[in-house]
């Protein structure tokens, strides 16, 4: 009892510092997760393999690179860092924006965890609805996002959407492809290891003051705004979808998560629900943050925007259609 009444009051600043040190925690390991395997890429991987490996058509690759979430899935915090070190591989623009916006949406682990938010599956039998309305229409719709966007930036190049620094080390390895002469000296897996540690730790500092950045924002709204006022706008379908969108933004939650949160919002339409668990993946605060640290400001701005109408038009047609499409026990 004593230890207890030596314990501080409650006090605003106390809320917003356990909401950030519980998103932290929740945030981090994934980002450690994904610069090192952002380091191992740089060291390992040989340049243009994946260029390689992808069809010569962009428009299929493009096709393609919307289901690498399923060969490595890392959820919204890990991509940004895995994706910068891809590009600077060769894996073209258009494959890696694709692939930045559709695997924290398109892996296994987020599936599962859609299912069962929704009771859809129970254990390894279906539940009573006999169906998984929500989980099909997340993957897809979140494919057909990530896609459409893909396909826009096939219209630019690197120096166009890339920060300066990227674009340029981008160039310089094409110029050292384009020549002949020019050899790298052999390398031991000692000292590739060495420099996957080394990248990995400028990513992880890089990446993580931008997290912050974005966590700190989301702890103040999650602490310091009634979220009561949301059921205000939930029988609206003009508002509730982009509201769900907008709260999505903010909370910053982890893919592998979301549904979760998102399952118990009785008040609100399947469609804004949808719209929610395609949206937050792709984009928040966290997120805007982040993806600076890669794209131009124009472009995060273009993501911003462009991401919120197009789901937002989507998401009620697409839910509709896939449960239209739904077979019924």
Known sequence: MIFLADLPAPSRMGDILMAFLSIVFEGAPYILIGTIFSGVIDAFLPAKLLDRVLPKNKILATLMAGFLGLVFPVCECAVVPVIRRLVQKGLPLSCAVTYMLSAPIMNPIVAISTLTAFKEFQGLSWATAGNATMTIA????????????????????????????????????????????????????????????????????????????????????????????????????????????????????????????????????????????????????????????????????????????????????????????????
């Not at 990227?166 to 000296?185: F, G, T």
Request: glycine share 6%; charged share 10%; hydrophobic share 55%.
């Open 138 to 329: 997340r993957l897809s719709l979140g494919y057909l996002v990530a896609v459409i966007v893909g396909l826009i930036v096939l219209r630019f190049k690197p120096g166009q959407v890339l920060r300066a620094s990227i674009a340029n080390k981008i160039a310089q390895a094409e110029a050292a492809d384009a020549d002949d002469h020019v050899h790298a000296p052999a390398v031991s897996f000692n000292g590739k290891l060495v420099h996957a540690m080394r990248s990995s730790m400028r990513d992880f500092l890089d990446t993580a003051m931008y997290f912050a950045i974005g966590v700190v924002i989301t702890s103040a709204f999650n602490t310091q705004i009634n979220q009561s006022l949301l059921n205000a706008v939930a029988g609206n379908d003009w508002l509730a979808v982009p509201s769900l969108m907008g709260l999505a933004i903010v909370l910053s939650l982890c893919s592998t998560s979301d549904a979760f949160i998102a399952a118990p919002m009785t008040a609100f339409s399947m469609a804004a629900k949808l719209a929610f668990l395609v949206f937050g993946p792709m984009m928040d605060i966290k997120l805007l943050f982040m993806y600076s640290s890669v794209f131009q400001r124009k472009v995060v701005v273009s993501f911003l925007i462009g991401l919120f109408i197009l789901i937002g038009l989507l998401s009620g047609p697409w839910m509709s259609l896939v449960q239209h499409l739904s077979i019924k026990p």
